[in-house]
């Protein structure tokens, strides 16, 4: 077995920042920093191999783990001039988890550990006699270790959520209400030992087990259930949001404690080397005071800026003092160490220090997380600083995270005549209308309903975790800009404002300057500036900024592959033109079909699917054609110069036929036909799997009229527009085809329909391409043979992965979300193209029908077009361009950008 | 190009028997025959291969084709010693299709082609001044001709089927009336030959064009219609029910006339080199005096036995007198004729034969089609006689043909105390009871909506193929056992009496021996006797003879692919074992659940469904448990020493929840519970598209206590059976599967529930093999993935097809008529397996299964399994066995045989 414990301190380290697999984020940073010379605590990280390993004997601690561990805590001990469980000089540890992707929040740690009766008498006498702090820290360890440790990772948790820690915060609140104190700091150190004992005799009643005062004890317990708290319920909740892997593992970092509570002269702190927020090059961060790193991250108290820059004016007028002011020595150390940090790593560090009696230490440093705004500035000012390139320029921005630039901020023009009813921390930008919800649980059901809201809660803590995913924008009472609310609303590039302090939540209400809010009441945010506003502000789109212009265009520069856009009107096709769309890669004619009067399409459209006979039908499809020719010649003409492919008529009929008997009743009335000729014809037409039903290709197989009447109003639309000296491109995509004959058919209608089209307009040269959406398997198949007729692919991912999987998207309702629970498929297969299972059909189609025809366009409209791994994908198979909605057209530029600077390096 | 016309006769041949492809089956016989210097009439074949040509023309002949046609019929001339068109000595033709396959009367011929005003004189001075024959000749060339070159083959078929011939038809009908005369014999040469002037004038109104006294333009008139008639309406819905392909084309056969209506010594006939209904090894065969083939074929009149032996009692009785009697030394050497070509062709030959003035020609050989029954005494007669070996015996009987000796027969017990109401010629074997219909539209219809019918007509003709095709049996008051409706029906073996005379049929009305029968009446036939009998009479099955015994196990002795069938009681697998399945690949487990009381299985079943939570569930599975035991029992039981393959639970739930109102106020009744709390689960379960929704595997994943349930029933059934000393081998199957996690989710609760078992019974081997229906298009793309979890793969090539083609069988009968009408496919993909595209995918499941697990056992249980085609596939793709329905057994076991046999040729 290969070394499972690697040591860092004293400005060596056994790691090192690309050990990061292995090590875990934290612990390779760890090891990195102390290599550098920065002061960090010593300590040892425990491998994830070894987490691999723990969990592969079924829970138990791989033999030799334990002489490794005592021969690095050796060295600590050397490198801190303590020793651990020694009466005299006791060292005191933390144990953290550190996995390889940060996940805030999501494990367990332990502090203070070491703590025993033999080792208490000891502390306090080098504390100098701070019996307080100590008997703090012990009520703290006892806290943290009892729930962690003893029941947590016991799985002694008590559904009713009545566990010992809920029972020792109780008994905690129930002591400082006995002695008339409103917060803990007023507890004094003879109160706080009494307590301890307090706790004690609970801790035995509540787990039957006696708190462990054995120094060597605590320290395996608090490994243990790090190990155990990789899958504890939200780890594993969190890891399936993000799509981290189970095997990743967490490494341990157990690490000598110093503690920032050591009086005035004590602080702790976190901080970014650049406004993650915003993405401004200025070192920005939090502080408190005496307290420990808990305290800042958990939001309990809201700290203060940490240097005068950064200072809010609200902050200025209050007179909070910033670290800057306050310890101008400290804080010029870490300015140093951050500017070291970030030009060393070479992006926006997030930093965790403690100053222990005036002595600065970095419990941590990695990349930060940061909103699309800020990682789309820093990645451009970086370019301009030379500190990376244009390569690594692409690769900064997730492209993801460009949702966030394209999606609503608060209209401007609207808010600067409404005065916010709370101003809070702008912790995730951009702007949030919705209904307010309290609970995690009431967000996710209001968004199952379709319902927008704003999750309002005192705090959020990391169950909240599922319900902040579905909220449109959070909004808490407390915490600051780096508190797990703020954090994972960074992440997500979602709207939040926390530390909003003049609110009120009690139960279901929300009270905040004499207005009140009820659960379902409307309220809007500016997570950007912090302001609540009451009631439906609008929102308007943020993508005109030019930076993100300049950004795209560099990314634009190094991709090979093209992105259309998937869009039915002008309107939409204006849009993804805007967008950066080359072309549109899907045009849905169906779409067209609409209105409710007696002389619009649908009208016209249900008149053809009722005729009896085939010149009724034609009838009607004379009818209708001057509305589709309007439609498609109005897109090709805002798409001047680029290619529009409209498909033709896809969804079975009977979706256009009414269902209800009063619609039914008046549609008959307006034809002049009987109701039951309108009911039985929906019969006729009802199917028991309208998806593999009579659809696409197939319509235009049994009404070769309706595919005429199409393809003539396209081929007219565009040789009108060519008359007007416009540069129309139509391609008319075939779908649902199993068999190239389907493909030779429509051809005869093409080839007819062109020749009188010329004919009739005078117009020489249409430049027409034929082809097929590719959407069923056996297409995949028989990609050859397709190709002989099609001149392009376009690849229909939905319905290819409904029939690869055989699932019905419509109805994957009953079981998918246990597919996903049960781990049995890793991701929805509609959310990102399946690689390999409707992977390897697409490469099959590619390769075959490239094998007929080399230059065959291959592209993809499925919804999986505008997702980033889902374009990687699609470049590496060769595809000709991607297509998706006009929203999605920049993230899919710039995941096309990634691909090709990822497959050049 | 290459040659295109081939001269026959005088002992010579540019071709021969083996150049069908070219030369269509009647041209290569034809100069087989004369290379074996058998008398033939001397002629010249015109190629396939100039046929697709005149079609790639678009309907015009080659170049050059003219030249060797001049130069062939030169030699005719030669051989025939007269001279086409010669007003002195003319020699008179045939021109006639000929294609690869036999398509009897599907296309064209024409007959006395080249009696013109100027050659129709010299006929006369050389048929010894036989005015009468000349004129009927003329007037049926005049006939023939007008219809098939100057009307169908110019496409000028009036859609009231008032077209030329029938005119002509009523002219002659019109003119015996007015002579008083019964039969057109009595017409004497001068009415003829006024008739064909009346006919002259009438073909001139009609057709507006004369009729071509130019004997050249006749000839080329024929050659085209010929052409024309392979794209005739009835050719072309032939070749579809025959799977035979547009690209053959038809050859064109020209071929000096021989009469055999030149009086008394002149006799035309049909025969077979044996019995080709019954297989008996006796020259058998029809001939009418002074007649041309065309009587015999067409069913007009009744011909006669060729010779004593088959003779019938009754024919016998009316003295009847047979060819062998009439003209012995004709007879004679037809008998050494046939008899000759028998040996050389090693198969039982149709041949048709003339006598001109005693001369005798033969004018066609080919292999006779003949029943199911007749196929299998032959092939073992010829066995026996070693004129074949074992392995052309197996290759002698179609495998469709079996289903002809596994379906019904009277029941002779019950036949024997009937009298019939009438008697026909038995021209096609076997039982058949059915409701009379009087056309074969009707026929068509009532087979669409489930009825069994029996087809009656006057005589049949080619336009009633499809109506014939969808009857259990047919009846006919004209026409012998070389006519119309007995070739096709055999072909089909399909129950078929011709020729009963006493039946009289007048619009839907048929009254034979003072009984009436109107549509709707149930009839009931036996085609092995000609016996016709009023009402349901009983039928029973004919697989218990020992001759078909002893074919199958000769056949069983080259087979190496397994056979095993789907069934899902004791019942059918004791019958597919009767039928020689080796096992069973698909028991249903949901067709367990049947019943309408509060106690049997469907009741406990809707009462799991109904639950509403897990206990209520286990609750009911427990009730259900007993059942699902007792029938998994039974039938392994009954396949004791054979394996059975259990697929569990595969529809979705909501098809086992009654929708009436009415039963479902009973179900909730019984089940204490609310109506709305029915109708409620019911709303839940309903889906959009349920083939691909919550069923299979999905249910096992999201309800893993139906799935144990199952499996313990399973396991426990083959425990008690064990352990009674009983060899039980159980297989479970997960259906609908597209992923291996689902597969090793499952096999977890199989692992737990075998040891439970085990350690209950004490049993300590259950020899269990744990596999998967392949039906889904992901899970052959990573059949590699499955196999890591599968001992098996089963294809559900049902639902494999329906995936892969994107089709809902439930709902292809909006297009899949248009489908195979327009040529799009070229087979119903759920009759045969689509090689290209399902295929496809099979091959990549054997393959990358294989790759994973070297022995992995892979077999076939969709419907498939059973069609010769697809088991021949199944063979190639190297299965190790097929399973079809009980019925089906002996079918695959012959094709797997044939396709073993086959591979080794």
Same mark, same amino acid.
């Given at each position: ?48 191999? $070894? ?27 050397? $490198? ?16 953290? /988890? ?40 012990? @009520? ?42 409103? /917060?803990? %700091? ?6 706080? !030992? ?20 054995? =120094? ?22 969190? #890891? ?11 490494? &341990? ?117 940061? %909103?699309?705004? $800020? ?20 690769? @900064? ?37 919705? *209904? ?19 999750? &309002? ?25 780096? /508190? ?47 302001? &609540? ?65 007696? *002389? ?33 010649? =109005? ?66 197989? %049994? ?118 629970? !049960? ?21 099959? $189609?590619?390769?075959?029908? #490239?094998?007929? #025809? ?50 050049? =390096?």
């Amino acid at each position: 077995m290969s070394k499972r414990v690697y040591f860092f301190g004293n400005g060596k380290a056994d790691g090192k920042a690309d050990m990061k697999n292995l090590l875990g984020g934290k612990g390779a940073n760890l090891a990195e920093m102390s290599s550098l010379g920065i002061p960090v605590p010593a300590g040892f990280t425990i491998s994830t191999e $070894a987490c691999n390993e723990y969990y592969a004997l079924g829970g138990k601690f791989p033999d030799g783990l334990e002489r490794e561990v005592v021969d690095c805590m050796a060295m600590v001990e050397q $490198a801190m001039g303590k020793k651990y469980g020694d009466p005299e000089n006791p060292l005191l540890i933390s144990v953290r /988890s550190g996995a390889r992707a940060s996940m805030p929040g999501m494990m367990e740690t332990v502090l203070n550990v070491g703590l025993t009766s033999k080792t208490i008498p000891g502390v306090i006498k080098r504390t100098g006699g701070n019996e307080r702090f100590v008997w703090d820290a012990y @009520r703290r360890l006892m806290m943290m270790y009892s729930d962690v440790v003893m029941e947590k990772a016991a799985g002694l948790e008590p559904a009713d959520g009545m566990g010992v820690r809920q029972q020792l915060d109780r008994l905690l609140h129930e002591e400082k209400a006995r002695r008339g104190h409103t /917060s803990d %700091t007023e507890l004094t150190a003879a109160e706080l !030992k009494n307590l301890c004992e307090v706790f004690r005799k609970r801790i035995k009643e509540v787990l039957g087990k006696d708190f462990p005062d054995d =120094a060597k004890e605590q320290l395996w317990g608090g490994i243990g259930a790090v190990f155990q708290s990789w899958n504890g319920r939200r780890a594993v909740a969190y #890891r399936k949001i993000e799509n981290i892997p189970d095997n990743w593992g967490t490494a &341990v970092n157990v690490q000598s404690m110093v503690f920032g509570n050591l009086g005035d002269t004590s602080a702790t702190g976190v901080a970014f080397t650049r406004n993650p927020a915003t993405g401004e090059n200025i070192f920005f961060g939090e502080w408190l005071i005496n307290a420990q790193g808990e305290d800042v991250v958990a939001g309990i108290r809201t700290p203060n800026p940490v240097n005068k820059k950064s200072k809010t004016a609200e902050q200025e007028a209050e007179g909070v003092k910033s670290l800057e002011e306050a310890m101008p020595a400290a804080y010029q150390q870490l300015h140093g160490i951050q500017s070291k940090l970030e030009s060393h790593f070479r992006d926006m560090q997030d930093i965790e220090f403690t100053i222990e009696d005036g002595k600065l230490y970095l419990l941590q440093t990695r990349t930060g997380k940061r %909103t699309g705004t $800020a990682a789309l500035n820093m990645a451009m000012d970086m370019l301009d600083e030379k500190l990376i390139d244009e390569r690594e320029a692409i690769l @900064r921005v997730k492209p993801s995270q460009l949702d966030e630039l394209l999606h609503p901020i608060i209209d401007p023009g609207a808010e600067k005549n409404l005065k916010p009813v709370a101003k809070g921390l702008p912790a995730g930008p951009g702007g949030a209308c919705g *209904q307010v919800v309290f609970t995690a649980a009431e967000a996710v059901e209001a968004r199952k309903r379709g319902k927008k809201v704003i999750l &309002v809660r005192e705090e959020t803590n990391p169950e909240d975790i599922e319900g902040m995913r579905a909220a449109e924008g959070i909004l808490t009472a407390r915490g600051g800009m780096t /508190s797990h609310a703020a954090l994972v609303a960074r992440g997500w590039g979602k709207c939040c404002i926390v530390g909003a302090g003049a609110l009120h939540v009690e139960g279901k209400l929300l009270e905040v300057g004499g207005k009140q809010f009820k659960e379902g009441d409307w309220m809007s945010l500016n997570g950007t500036r912090g302001y &609540v506003y009451e009631g439906q502000v609008p929102l308007m789109n943020a993508s005109e900024n030019p930076r993100f212009q300049k950004f795209m265009k560099m990314a634009d520069s190094f991709r090979t592959m093209g992105v259309r856009t998937n869009a039915d009107t002008a309107d939409d096709s204006r849009k993804a033109r805007e967008f950066g769309a080359e072309g549109i890669g899907l045009f849905r004619t169906e779409h067209m079909f609409y209105g409710k009067g007696s *002389q619009e399409p649908l009208f016209f459209l249900r008149k053809m699917i009722l005729s009896q006979t085939l010149e009724e039908r034609q009838k009607a499809l004379q009818e209708l054609f001057p509305f589709v020719k309007r439609d498609v010649k =109005a897109t090709m003409e805002v798409m001047d110069g680029l290619p529009v492919t409209f498909r033709l008529l896809d969804p079975p009929l009977h979706e256009f036929v009414p269902q209800s008997p009063d619609k039914q009743a008046d549609l008959a009335k307006a034809l002049g036909i009987s109701v039951d000729d309108i009911k039985k014809r929906g019969e006729d037409l009802h199917e028991s799997n309208p998806m593999m039903g009579h659809r696409g290709v197939r319509l235009g197989i %049994t009404y070769p009229e309706v595919s005429e009447m199409q393809i003539r109003a396209i081929l007219e639309g565009a040789a009108e527009l060519i008359q007007a000296g416009k540069k129309a491109i139509p391609e008319i995509m075939i779908p649902v085809t199993c068999e190239v004959n389907e493909l030779r058919t429509q051809k005869v209608l093409v080839d007819k329909v062109l020749a009188e089209v010329k004919q009739k307009t005078g117009v020489k040269e249409i430049p027409l391409k034929y082809g097929t959406m590719i959407e069923i398997p056996r297409a995949c198949l028989l990609g050859d043979k397709m190709a002989e007729s099609a001149e392009f692919f376009s690849f229909g991912t939905n319905d290819l992965t409904q029939m690869t999987y055989g699932f019905s998207r419509d109805d994957i309702g009953g079981f998918l979300p246990d597919y996903l629970d !049960k781990k049995i498929l890793d991701a929805d297969p509609f959310q990102t193209i399946d690689q390999a299972g409707v992977g390897q059909l697409m490469k099959m $189609a590619v390769e075959k029908g #490239r094998a007929t #025809r080399k230059d065959l366009k291959v592209g993809i409209c499925g919804e999986q077009g505008g997702d980033p791994a889902s374009v990687e994908f699609c470049f590496k198979t060769g595809l000709t361009y991607v297509s998706c909605s006009p929203f999605r057209v920049p993230i899919a530029r710039l995941a096309a950008a990634q691909a090709a600077v990822q497959a050049k =390096a």
